[in-house]
């Protein structure tokens, strides 16, 4: 079982940056896809990015790209979200998600991702 910790949501203004960090510090075997999701009120979950095993390959929704940016760091099993240039519409909870251990092959589906976080808010003001 793996265990996801999101960090770094919070409050910002529009046009502002923040950073979301997600822990997985049990992932000691093998290097599978991972991404965040977001879930605004009301709303189903959706996709934002997400980051391959190896890192070489990440793919972005239309709505963040350019503007968001997925990295991880296989050695302290952690993982990255820079939000740059933010805006109302991306207020909403933000969820680290892992797919099982042998799978490194990202995917934009959310029901491809068995781990998940407890999610980390994200409020951003007009």
């Known amino acids: 079982q793996v265990q996801l910790t999101e960090s770094g949501g919070g409050l910002e203004q529009t046009g502002g940056s923040l950073s979301l960090f997600c822990a997985a510090p049990?992932?000691?075997?093998?290097?599978?896809?991972m991404g965040w999701f977001r879930q605004a009120r009301g709303l189903e979950r959706e996709f934002v990015a997400v980051i391959s095993g190896n890192g070489m390959d990440t793919y972005y929704a239309d709505s963040v790209k350019g503007r968001f940016t997925i990295s991880r760091d296989n050695v302290r099993n952690t993982m990255t979200l820079q939000m740059d240039s933010l805006t109302p519409e991306d207020t909403a909870t933000y969820y680290c998600a892992s797919r099982r251990e042998d799978l490194p092959r990202a995917s934009m589906n959310v029901g491809a991702y068995i781990y998940w976080g407890q999610g980390t808010q994200v409020a951003i003001s007009s």
């Open positions: 049990g992932q000691t075997d093998g290097r599978p896809a």
